[in-house]
């Protein structure tokens, strides 16, 4: 796994500040096409294997709610955890997917409304070093709004209400591919890939050995290693094959 250090390449300090407002945007977006969804399509299948579309919006709230968590703890030194236990997690899921559309369309609004206030509380602690995603992934604690941003955008996709990956902007396509190869550097699931997109950025990802070069825009190479290129794309013939079901 690269090291804390290394991740302050992602993002200059301009950036980061643009990331957050971005990250709000997004959600707006989202929001505004949650809200169109009918009640009875919110428990038909998402675009995420074994999910439904209440699963995937509880799994947003969730998160967000995770992440406040993190953002208001990380500066005293707690070390609160980004989910109590998987257990917790996969209940509050399952009992949240059940819920009429009215309570999920209010529970991911206000959600993210209590992440933006979190964030908020950032800048005030410059000392905070790092708060804790999980096994073992550290992340710098003024990077966290980038973590959201990447669910934000990914799972809008996956909730399949006609927004796709390719409609993503291209400066938030560009951060999230750095952010997802950022943690799929190591991953030996993946095969070894060079990745080159057309914006400049690069990166080597995957299994050791002599990389297959892959190139393209930041949104075609984000759909591409998230597994969310919209069937029949053109590219998927074109592009090296990724594990079986892969999502990242």
């Known amino acids: 796994m690269p090291s804390l250090d290394d991740q302050r390449a992602l993002l200059g300090a301009d950036d980061i500040r643009l990331v957050r407002r971005r990250k709000l945007e997004a959600t707006q977006q989202l929001l505004g096409d949650t809200i169109m969804i009918e009640e009875d399509a919110w428990h038909e299948p998402s675009a995420l294997p074994g999910w439904t579309r209440a699963h995937v919006a509880t799994h947003l709230a969730r998160s967000a709610d995770a992440f406040s968590r993190l953002a208001e703890s990380a500066p005293y030194g707690v070390g609160m955890p980004l989910y109590l236990s998987d257990r917790d997690r996969f209940t509050d899921i399952e009992r949240g997917a059940e819920r009429r559309a009215l309570d999920l369309q209010i529970d991911l609004d206000t959600s993210a409304g209590r992440l933006h206030r979190s964030f908020d509380k950032i800048d005030a602690f410059p000392g905070a070093e790092f708060v804790d995603l999980g096994g073992g992934r550290l992340l710098r604690l003024e990077l966290l709004p980038l973590a959201r941003l990447r669910e934000v955008l ?95």
């Open 154 to 248: 990914l799972h809008h996709v996956d909730l399949d209400c006609g927004f796709a990956i390719t409609d993503a902007d291209d400066d938030i396509a560009r951060w999230v591919l750095g952010w997802t190869c950022y943690w799929l550097t190591d991953d030996e699931s993946l095969p070894a890939l060079q990745v080159e997109s057309t914006s400049g950025f690069h990166a080597r990802l995957g299994a050791r050995g002599r990389p297959t070069p892959v190139g393209g825009g930041d949104t075609l190479l984000l759909g591409w290693l998230t597994g969310r290129l919209p069937a029949g794309h053109p590219a998927l013939d074109e592009l090296p094959g990724l594990p079986e079901g892969w999502r990242a």
